[in-house]
């Protein structure tokens, strides 16, 4: 199976058709509701996302803490080997509104990119995150949600030409 990229439409040999017509017996996968991540300490781990992200706190305990995307969140969690689990290839991708302030903050925070195409990095605790932009990606968030979010975002032509060939063309 080719290496994951958000940004680009290759079929594989698994690849299954959706069950628009309901015919099929398995669930449709529909989205991500949350992404769950082990931190050593859930203090630090808020003040390192909060200096380079902006999000709401959804909500909290002494051990655990929700960022909030609109209608998806990160859910922390503190363990105490939470950097002992951390590998080469596996990472979860954020979609952010601007890539280029996302780069700076990166660096304005003393956080080193990792070296390969496209913008990733390793928090304190060896999780892998992959950022993309919003406008560059077939992912898209329903206008009520951005709007909800404060978001005013658009897609690149590639990215709309990417969703149509899914029939998946974003409203006007």
């Known amino acids: 199976m080719p290496e994951s990229n958000e940004s680009t439409s290759e079929s ?6 959706p069950n628009t017509d309901h015919t099929d017996d398995r669930p449709q996968l529909v989205g991500i509701n949350h992404v769950a991540l082990e931190v050593g300490d859930i203090e630090d781990a808020l003040e390192f996302y909060a200096s380079l992200f902006a999000f709401d706190l959804r909500g909290r305990s002494e051990t655990a803490a929700f960022l909030d995307m609109g209608d998806q969140f990160i859910a922390l969690s503190e363990t105490a080997n939470a950097a002992a689990t ?4 596996r990472h979860f991708g954020l979609v ?7 780069e700076r903050r990166l660096d304005d925070q003393g956080v080193d990119p ?8 390793r928090d304190p605790w060896g999780n892998r995150v992959q ?11 329903a206008e009520h949600v951005r709007e909800g979010m404060g978001l005013e975002l658009e897609k690149s032509a590639d990215a709309i030409a990417e969703l149509a060939e899914k029939g998946l063309v974003p409203e006007s």
């Open 114 to 121: 990792l070296d390969v195409s496209g913008l990733e990095f």
């Open 86 to 89: 951390a590998d080469e290839k």
């Open 96 to 102: 952010v509104d601007d890539l280029d302030t996302a």
């Open 12 to 17: 594989s040999d698994t690849r299954t058709e």
């Open 131 to 141: 950022l993309v932009e919003y406008g560059e990606i077939q992912f898209t968030k």
